[in-house]
Each structure stands twice: as C-alpha cells, then as structure tokens.
C-alpha cells in the first residue's frame, strides 16, 4: 500500500511541476530521451527478473496463454467500449 502512496505523490509532483512550469524549455525538449532512457532501463531488468526466476521459466507457456487471453479481452473491450463512446457521441 506504501508503494501505491509513494507512485501516486510522485506523480503528483511531477503534475505539480508542469502546472507551476518550473522546468526550463530547453530541459521539457529533452525529457522524451530520459522517459525512454527510463523506460529501457526498466525493461532490462525486468527482463533480467523475468529470465532468472524458475517459476516463471517453467510455466512460459502456461503464463503465455493466460496473458493471450488477457490481452485479446482487454483488447475486444476497448474497441466495443470506443465504439459505444464513439456512437453515442454522433446522435
């Protein structure tokens, strides 16, 4: 729950930040490379978590399909819910 607290505070800094516009514009050109930079950093080792747990090398295809099935509900629920938006919006 901490770490729910402490993700939330820090994202409202960061809206705090823009809002008040305390960054530079030179340094706001330049976050899309630390995001990324971030995000690849991210990636990586979670990768090496992923690849050095044995529980989860053991049940890849299990995982797999689970995470199939997930994603294409997610997927087919987004779509229906735009389209619902979406055609209501034309009335």
Do not use: R
């Not at 409202?12 to 008040?20: N, P, W």
Request: proline share 1%; glycine share 8%; charged share 15%.
């Amino acid at each position: 729950m901490e770490t729910i607290i402490l993700y939330i505070l820090i994202i409202l800094i960061g809206f705090f930040i823009a809002k008040k516009q305390i960054i530079p514009n030179k340094i706001k050109n330049k976050i899309g490379y630390l995001q990324n930079f971030a995000l690849y950093f991210l990636l990586c080792f979670m990768g090496y978590k992923i690849g050095s747990d044995d529980k989860i090398i053991n049940n890849i295809s299990e995982l797999g399909v689970q995470a199939l099935t997930i994603t294409l509900f997610i997927l087919f629920s987004t779509i229906l819910i735009v389209f619902l938006i979406y055609k209501g919006g034309k009335k």
